[in-house]
């Protein structure tokens, strides 16, 4: 039995993800996983045809896309080098909601992913999207805390 058949690994492009995508690398080697990468676009509050005319908004989600396409490209082209059997998807949405998503579309055996681990006021006015991802997640989590 192959146990981490698939791996998804969150990427938000900070250097906590990046500390975190050593493990999904290292296990994905090891145990030959196909290993999912995905990016959430967060979804910018819906003002459309509010304050600005519709195209202007049109431009900007297009933009931001093809932004976030080009990071993924980016972060792939250095961190894959050699391994080939990875996929990588640039979602919009909620990142939890999102990351746990396409965790039950690819039938994700484990989720990696990186975690600031703020408290107190921090943790009250950001919240934690691994955390959200850890209560709601069917298939189990790792969480990598940088530092
Ligand atoms: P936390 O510090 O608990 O809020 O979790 C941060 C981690 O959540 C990051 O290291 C990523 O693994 C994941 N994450 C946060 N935002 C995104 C995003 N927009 N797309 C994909 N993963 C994300």
Not at 57 to 86: H, P, S, V, W
Not at 88 to 110: F, H, N, T, Y
């Amino acid at each position: 039995m192959q146990p981490f058949a698939t791996i998804l690994f969150a990427v938000d492009f900070s250097e906590s993800s990046d500390f975190a995508f050593s493990y999904a690398y290292e296990l994905a080697q090891k145990f030959s996983s196909r290993l999912v990468i995905i990016h959430v676009i967060n979804e910018p509050v819906d003002l459309r045809g509010f304050y600005v005319p519709h195209i202007s908004f049109d431009n900007l989600e297009k933009e931001i896309a093809e932004g976030a396409e080009k990071m993924m490209d980016r972060f792939c082209a250095d961190k894959l080098q050699g391994f080939t059997n990875y996929e990588r998807a640039v979602v919009s949405g909620v990142p939890s909601e999102e990351i746990v998503r396409k965790a039950e579309e690819v039938k994700a055996d484990l989720i990696i992913m990186g975690t600031h681990g703020r408290k107190g006021l921090d943790h009250m006015l950001f919240g934690s999207t691994a955390e959200r991802v850890v209560r709601t997640s069917r298939c189990p989590v790792m969480t990598v805390r940088l530092g």
